[in-house]
């Protein structure tokens, strides 16, 4: 039983261009939404955050937007650049005793080409 | 200064055999954890430990055995080794125990059972 789910395996952009991320999710207790960027043979990196009370946040070239009523959130990334050529998780955290533990989405792949 | 290391990068082993990874934070955070990428490259919590003391233990065989000698160090022991424990093992650290505490990664430990 998945509770994060990102439908999409991959994505192109082309560089300048925004990108879109998308995550699913079922359990209506989740109060923490989180993205993490992965490089091949390296461990997930955070990248940005969102509050269930928040519906927006923002930090340089990365948007998350959070649509509790659709169980929905995005990560946007513009302008998107090579380097951004990543393996993204999305991670939900929360319910009574919240231990920090996150469970996370398959993954997308982002492929940014110049 | 590496944040989160781990150690072994690659371990390859046959089945039947008993194995350790060892993983050391240099951060001073409070909380570590183990999650496990399977081929579906999931990213699945097994542990977490806080301050020494065991706070999630998922549905993960008892051959899986988690052992936390100092807030720095979390080790994860196997024994009886099987091919479906072939898979990504990452350990992680936060300051405490809680969703909104960026979790750092270390590189990954690719287990190879044959």
């Known amino acids: 039983d998945q509770q994060v789910k990102q439908n999409s395996p991959s994505l192109s952009v082309q560089e300048g261009r925004i990108s879109i991320l998308n995550c699913d999710y079922t359990n209506s207790m989740f109060d923490y939404f989180l993205w993490y960027k992965k490089y091949p043979a390296e461990g997930p990196t955070f990248l940005i955050s969102i509050s269930s009370i928040k519906d927006k946040n923002e930090d340089g070239r990365f948007t998350v937007f959070l649509n509790k009523s659709a169980k929905h959130l995005s990560l946007h990334i513009v302008p998107s650049q090579p380097g951004d050529s990543a393996v993204y998780f999305c991670a939900a955290s929360g319910g009574s005793g919240n231990t920090g533990k996150l469970i996370f989405g398959q993954g997308t792949t982002l492929q940014v080409k110049p | 200064d590496t944040a989160v290391s781990q150690t072994p990068k690659y371990l390859v082993t046959q089945m039947g055999n008993d194995k350790s990874i060892k993983c050391e934070q240099n951060?001073?955070?409070?909380?570590m954890y183990w999650y496990k990428q399977d081929s579906k490259k999931f990213l699945k919590i097994m542990f977490s430990?806080?301050?020494?003391?065991?706070?999630i233990n998922e549905t993960v065989p008892n051959r899986f055995s988690p052992k936390s000698p100092d807030k720095a160090h979390l080790n994860l022991h196997i024994n009886s080794l099987e091919l479906g424990d072939s898979a990504v093992y990452f350990c992680a650290s936060s300051p405490r125990d809680r969703p909104s505490y960026e979790q750092y990664f270390g590189p990954g430990t690719r287990l190879t059972v044959t």
């Open positions: 430990y806080n301050n020494k003391e065991l706070i």
């Open positions: 951060l001073g955070h409070d909380t």
